[in-house]
T-cell receptor, first 115, second 110 residues
Framework: GAVVSQHPSWVICKSGTSVKIECRSL??????MFWYRQFPKQSLMLMAT?????????EQGVEKDKFLINHASLTLSTLTVTSAHPEDSSFYIC???????????FGPGTRLTVT | LAKTTQPISMDSYEGQEVNITCSHN???????ITWYQQFPSQGPRFIIQ???TKVTNEVASLFIPADRKSSTLSLPRVSLSDTAVYYC???????????FGKGTSLLVTP
């Protein structure tokens, strides 16, 4: 099956700085990418949906100006956390649909720690 | 969206069979039942999907009774490496974001 990679796998940044997380589909053309966030001991929560070549759709409560998503190609979607704060510390995971019902390929996740 | 209910946690010893049941009383006619596995600090992984009766693959079996209001994920002879969170999802669409519930945290000990 297709492999989805994320880079970096973990990152530590200072409060107020910006961090970019990359999500790549290695052998699959990903028209759609989903970005989820997962806090410790909690389930995955959808943040936004990105479609190649168009603006991302954000879930209620997710600030689009803070979490910038770019999906410029069929193999790469990026999530930039701008002006990061400690409460943004979380595990960020991307995924792309396979075409099957409720079936998606997930990336390995990126652990963000803001100090 | 059909809501699912699973036990929050389960414990098992190595070598035992583990059965995790998911309730989905409001499942629709077109809905499939899908299970994902998530290891700590990793993204979820699709493990099995079914519509009715029984499905088996190299990882697990999925049992679905005739009324489809519940399903049971069966893991044969678990090992320590099966320690993970298991999520049950119900849906009928492809290409949509997934709505993960709380999942079942399985802890396998020696």
């Amino acid at each position: 099956g297709a492999v989805v990679s994320q880079h970096p796998s973990w990152v530590i940044c200072k409060s107020g700085t910006s961090v970019k997380i990359e999500c790549r589909s290695l052998d699959f053309q990903a028209t759609t990418m989903f970005w989820y966030r997962q806090f410790p001991k909690q389930s995955l929560m959808l943040m936004a949906t990105s479609n190649e070549g168009s603006k991302a759709t954000y879930e209620q409560g997710v600030e689009k100006d803070k979490f910038l998503i770019n999906h410029a190609s069929l193999t790469l979607s990026t999530l930039t956390v701008t002006s990061a704060h400690p409460e943004d510390s979380s595990f960020y995971i991307c995924s792309t649909p396979t075409g099957g019902v409720d079936e998606q390929y997930f990336g390995p996740g990126t652990r963000l720690t803001v100090t | 969206l059909a809501k699912t209910t699973q036990p929050i946690s389960m414990d098992s010893y190595e070598g035992q069979e583990v059965n995790i049941t998911c309730s989905h009383n409001n499942i629709a006619t077109n809905d499939y039942i899908t299970w994902y596995q998530q290891f700590p600090s990793q993204g979820p992984r699709f493990i099995i999907q079914g519509y009715k009766t029984k499905v088996t693959n190299e990882v697990a079996s999925l049992f679905i009774p005739a009324d489809r209001k519940s399903s049971t994920l069966s893991l044969p002879r678990v090992s320590l490496s099966d320690t993970a969170v298991y999520y049950c999802l119900v849906g009928s669409h492809s290409g949509y974001a997934l709505n993960f519930g709380k999942g079942t945290s399985l802890l396998v000990t020696p």
